[in-house]
C-alpha cells in the first residue's frame, strides 16, 4: 500500500464519500470539454475566424467604402464587434450542442450520467466548456479583425460581460438543444431557423436606430440584440439600447437557461432509456 493510505480509513457504510461539490468530477468533465474542441482547433477555432475574416471583407469591399458612418463611427470599425459576437454565439452553441447530440448517438451519453456528478455539476461542467470555447473565439476573431477594422475598447468591463453572457446563454441553450434533438438534422434546424435569424437581424451588420419605429420595438425583445448592441458599447462607447437594462436582461437569460438546464438535465428527459 502506498505511504499516503496507509492510515486511510473509509467512511462508515451509507455514508456518501463525496460531499459538497465534486469540484474534482467537474473539472475532469470540464477539462474532457475543452480537450473537445482544442484537439479540433482548426475547425473549432481558425475556421470561424476565417469565416468572419469573409464577412468583413465582403462588406467592406462592396458596401464599406459607400456607406456613410453610423454615429460618427466607420462603417467597417462599427461592424467589427458584431461580427465577433455572432462568432461568440455561433460557436458557443455549436459545441455544447454538438457535445450533448454526439454522446446521445454514439450510446456513451451513461458517461455523464453515471459518474457522482449532481445534475447541476454535470450542466456546469458542460455549459463552461462552451463557455471557453465561445470565449476563445471572440478572442480569435478580435486578433484577426484589429489591424484591418481599427477597433478599440472603450468599455473592457462590457467587452467581457456581454461575451460572458453570450456564451452562457449559448452554451446553454446549446445544451438544451442537444437534449431535445434525436439527430443532426434538428441541431441544424434549431441553427439555421433560430439561432442564425435571430443574431443576424439584431444588428449585426446595422444600426438598429436606422429600422422603422415598429422594427425597433420587435428588436428590443430579441435577447441577441442587447448581446450585440453591448458588444458594441464596450468596443466603441456607443449603443442604440439602454446599456444597464441589456446588461441585466442578458444576465437574467444566462441565469434562467443555465437553471433550466440543471432541472432538464435532472429530469433525464430523452437521456434516459
Same mark, same amino acid.
Request: proline letters at 6%; aromatic letters at 12%; glycine letters at 10%.
Given at each position: 500500500?502506498? #505511504?499516503? $493510505?496507509?492510515? &486511510?480509513?473509509? *467512511? *462508515? &457504510?451509507?455514508?456518501?464519500?463525496?460531499?459538497?461539490?465534486?469540484?474534482?468530477?467537474?473539472?475532469?468533465?470540464?477539462?474532457?470539454?475543452?480537450?473537445?474542441?482544442?484537439?479540433? &482547433? /482548426?475547425?473549432?477555432?481558425? %475556421?470561424?475566424?476565417?469565416?468572419?475574416?469573409?464577412?468583413?471583407?465582403?462588406?467592406?469591399?462592396?458596401?464599406?467604402?459607400?456607406?456613410?458612418?453610423?454615429?460618427?463611427? #466607420?462603417?467597417?470599425?462599427?461592424?467589427?464587434?458584431?461580427?465577433?459576437?455572432?462568432?461568440?454565439?455561433?460557436?458557443?452553441?455549436?459545441?455544447?450542442?454538438?457535445?450533448?447530440?454526439?454522446?446521445?448517438?454514439?450510446?456513451?451519453?451513461?458517461?455523464? /450520467?453515471?459518474?457522482?456528478?449532481?445534475?447541476?455539476?454535470?450542466?456546469?461542467?458542460?455549459?463552461?466548456?462552451?463557455? !471557453?470555447?465561445?470565449?476563445?473565439? +471572440?478572442?480569435?476573431?478580435?486578433?484577426?479583425?484589429?489591424? $484591418?477594422?481599427?477597433?478599440?475598447?472603450?468599455?473592457?468591463?462590457?467587452?467581457? &460581460?456581454?461575451?460572458l453572457m453570450a456564451s452562457v446563454s449559448l452554451s446553454a441553450a446549446g445544451v438544451l438543444s442537444g437534449i431535445w434533438a434525436e439527430k443532426f438534422d434538428h441541431m441544424a434546424a434549431v441553427t439555421n431557423f433560430i439561432i442564425l435569424p435571430l443574431s443576424f437581424l439584431s444588428g449585426s451588420f446595422y444600426s438598429v436606430a436606422l429600422l422603422p419605429p415598429a422594427f425597433q420595438i420587435i428588436n428590443h425583445f430579441n435577447p441577441? @440584440?442587447?448581446?450585440?448592441?453591448?458588444?458594441? @458599447?464596450?468596443?466603441?462607447?456607443?449603443?442604440?439600447?439602454?446599456?444597464?437594462?441589456?446588461?441585466?436582461? !442578458?444576465?437574467?437569460?444566462? %441565469?434562467?437557461?443555465?437553471?433550466? !438546464?440543471?432541472?432538464?438535465?435532472?429530469? +433525464?428527459?430523452? /437521456?434516459?432509456?
Amino acid at each position: 500500500m502506498r #505511504p499516503e $493510505f496507509d492510515h &486511510y480509513t473509509p *467512511p *462508515p &457504510y451509507g455514508r456518501a464519500r463525496i460531499t459538497g461539490v465534486n469540484w474534482l468530477g467537474v473539472r475532469t468533465l470540464l477539462v474532457k470539454e475543452v480537450r473537445r474542441f482544442t484537439g479540433l &482547433y /482548426l475547425q473549432t477555432i481558425l %475556421a470561424p475566424v476565417v469565416t468572419t475574416l469573409l464577412y468583413f471583407a465582403i462588406f467592406s469591399l462592396a458596401i464599406g467604402g459607400s456607406r456613410p458612418a453610423v454615429h460618427g463611427i #466607420p462603417f467597417i470599425t462599427f461592424l467589427a464587434p458584431g461580427l465577433i459576437m455572432v462568432a461568440i454565439v455561433q460557436n458557443a452553441f455549436a459545441n455544447t450542442a454538438s457535445s450533448i447530440l454526439g454522446s446521445k448517438m454514439q450510446g456513451n451519453i451513461v458517461d455523464l /450520467l453515471m459518474p457522482p456528478l449532481s445534475s447541476g455539476e454535470v450542466a456546469s461542467a458542460v455549459i463552461l466548456g462552451g463557455v !471557453c470555447r465561445g470565449m476563445a473565439v +471572440g478572442v480569435a476573431n478580435l486578433v484577426a479583425l484589429a489591424p $484591418f477594422a481599427g477597433i478599440d475598447m472603450a468599455h473592457p468591463w462590457a467587452v467581457i &460581460y456581454f461575451a460572458l453572457m453570450a456564451s452562457v446563454s449559448l452554451s446553454a441553450a446549446g445544451v438544451l438543444s442537444g437534449i431535445w434533438a434525436e439527430k443532426f438534422d434538428h441541431m441544424a434546424a434549431v441553427t439555421n431557423f433560430i439561432i442564425l435569424p435571430l443574431s443576424f437581424l439584431s444588428g449585426s451588420f446595422y444600426s438598429v436606430a436606422l429600422l422603422p419605429p415598429a422594427f425597433q420595438i420587435i428588436n428590443h425583445f430579441n435577447p441577441f @440584440f442587447y448581446l450585440i448592441d453591448g458588444m458594441r @458599447f464596450g468596443f466603441i462607447g456607443v449603443a442604440d439600447g439602454p446599456v444597464l437594462i441589456g446588461a441585466v436582461v !442578458c444576465g437574467l437569460t444566462a %441565469a434562467v437557461l443555465w437553471g433550466v !438546464c440543471h432541472l432538464v438535465i435532472r429530469s +433525464g428527459w430523452r /437521456l434516459k432509456a
